[in-house]
C-alpha cells in the first residue's frame, strides 16, 4: 500500500473511535471502516460477513461519515456480505427494515429511508406514525450511483443500476439501468 494511502487511513483511526464510542444502537457483524460509522436507534444494525464503509480515493473521504439508524424498536437495517458503503452514507428505518443484499455497491451521498417521517398536516409535522413507513429491499448486485436518494416502500431487484442523482419512488426490475427523478427504467442491461 502506497505511503500516501496508509497516511489517509491512519488519519481516520481517531474520528472511527470517536463515532464508535459516540455509537448506541445493537450492532452484530463487524464492518471494515475506512471511514467513520455513527450508528444509532433503539433498534438493530446487522453486518453480514464483509462489508466496508468508507472508500479512499473518493470525495468526502475525510468530512464525512456514514450514519446508520435503526429509530424505534422493531425497526432494523441489514446489510450483506461483500456490499461497499461508499462516503457519507446514510440509511434511516423508522419503524420498519432497510435490507441491502449481498455484494451491493453504493457512491458517495446515497441516502435510503423507510418513512416520511411526519405528515404533512401541520398537526402531524411533530409526530411519527408506524402507517407511514414500508420496508425497502435493494436486492443482490445492484450498483446505486452517487447521491441516489431511495425512498419508502421500494424494491430495487438484482443486479440492477440506478444513475447518479436518481429518486427511487417506486420498484425497479432487475437487470436494467434507471434513472431520472423520479426513477424509470432507461434500458436494459445486457447479459
Known sequence: MPFSVRINHWMQRPRILLH????SARCSGRPRLRQ?????????IR???RVTIGVYP???FHTTLAYL???HPGASIH????????NNFCAIAEHTRITLGQRVLVGTGVEI???DFHGLR???RARSDPAWASPVVIEDDVFLGSNVRVLKGVTIGRGSVIANGAIVLSDIPPGVVAGGIPARVLKAIDA
Open 113 to 115: 429511508f423507510d418513512s
Open 79 to 86: 446489510i450483506g456480505d461483500g456490499t461497499v458503503l461508499n
Open 122 to 124: 401541520r398537526e402531524d
Open 36 to 44: 467513520p460509522l455513527h450508528a444509532t436507534g433503539r433498534g438493530e
Open 47 to 49: 453486518f453480514e460477513g
Open 58 to 60: 473518493s470525495p468526502h
Open 69 to 71: 439508524e435503526a429509530r
Open 20 to 23: 464508535r464510542l459516540l455509537s
